[in-house]
T-cell receptor, first 112, second 109 residues
Framework: NAGVTQTPKFQVLKTGQSMTLQCAQD?????MSWYRQDPGMGLRLIHY???????DQGEVPNGYNVSRSTTEDFPLRLLSAAPSQTSVYFC???????????FGSGTQLSVL | DAKTTQPPSMDCAEGRAANLPCNHS???????VYWYRQIHSQGPQYIIH???NNETNEMASLIITEDRKSSTLILPHATLRDTAVYYC??????????FGKGTRLHILP
């Protein structure tokens, strides 16, 4: 099992560019989520999904879109990157809503 | 907002037990308490979770008060590798898993 795989590990964008952060898990987990972590801060929930075809907003959803067309994948899209979106992004998954989360290794994003 | 309250930082001497407190006074009857830790900039790592009873695994023990309004994570013999940020979270009824700022634990040699 590869667990939760995030790509890329590092990315630099210019303001206004768009990109997609990829997240994939091979554990047949129903629950997936995206967090961002700013320096010295805790994790803030962006979007989450309780199953294929179902997504919902977290604490800080503005500027981000998600979709869940398959159980395995949960991509995070930045439509028009802004410097305020410079952060480390973590994807997580769990078998069900009451089970423990498994985290990816993170994507470090810089928006210039 | 996170439904838990933790001290921002704590120190513990190497080899001693580290006791990390967490308040979750608004917890509902079917909500679990989870603990995770984050070492440097890695993804958080699951430690332990519980509902009502005390729990123990190879990493730690979790003590939950009888009224379930608070809990304590115990690392029985802290080592320098336990230096990390520890997060106590409660799963909300609508499936949002909200992390607070956690407790930064410093293990002192």
């Amino acid at each position: 099992n590869a667990g939760v795989t995030q790509t890329p590990k590092f990315q630099v964008l210019k303001t206004g560019q768009s990109m997609t952060l990829q997240c994939a898990q091979d554990m047949n987990h129903e629950y997936m989520s995206w967090y961002r972590q700013d320096p010295g801060m805790g994790l803030r929930l962006i979007h989450y999904s309780v199953g294929a075809g179902i997504t919902d907003q977290g604490e800080v959803p503005n500027g981000y879109n998600v979709s869940r067309s398959t159980t395995e994948d949960f991509p995070l899209r930045l439509l028009s990157a802004a410097p305020s979106q410079t952060s480390v992004y973590f994807c997580a998954s769990s078998y069900s809503r009451t089970e423990k989360l498994f985290f990816g290794s993170g994507t470090q994003l810089s928006v210039l | 907002d996170a439904k838990t309250t933790q001290p921002p930082s704590m120190d513990c001497a190497e080899g001693r037990a580290a006791n990390l407190p967490c308040n979750h006074s608004t917890i509902s009857g079917n909500e679990y308490v989870y603990w995770y830790r984050q070492i440097h900039s890695q993804g958080p790592q699951y430690i332990i979770h519980g509902l009502k009873n005390n729990e123990t695994n190879e990493m730690a023990s979790l003590i939950i008060t009888e009224d379930r309004k608070s809990s304590t994570l115990i690392l029985p013999h802290a080592t320098l590798r336990d230096t990390a940020v520890y997060y106590c979270i409660v799963r909300l009824a609508d499936d949002k898993i909200i992390f607070g700022k956690g407790t930064r634990l410093h293990i002192l040699p």
